[in-house]
């Protein structure tokens, strides 16, 4: 948020559309994790599961959760 004042006002709306754009992305991948979990609990192949759980546990550290 720094860089919106050391741009200028006229590079404020690229620097709004930036910020829309990486909200989004984390909450895409905030509803990946869920997915995945929810996927995960109900796996019955014990290789597939593990393979679910480490996916949300890397994206849910992307988004720090």
């Known amino acids: 948020r720094e860089s ?3 741009q200028g006002a006229d590079k404020a709306e690229c620097y709004d559309a930036l910020e829309t754009t990486i909200a989004g992305v984390q ?4 509803r990946t994790v869920a997915e ?6 109900a796996e019955y192949d014990p290789l597939a599961r593990a393979n679910l ?4 546990d890397v994206n849910a550290w992307i988004v720090g959760q």
């Open 4 to 6: 919106r004042t050391r």
């Open 27 to 30: 909450t895409w991948i905030r």
């Open 36 to 41: 995945t979990r929810a996927r995960a609990e």
């Open 53 to 56: 759980q480490a996916m949300a």
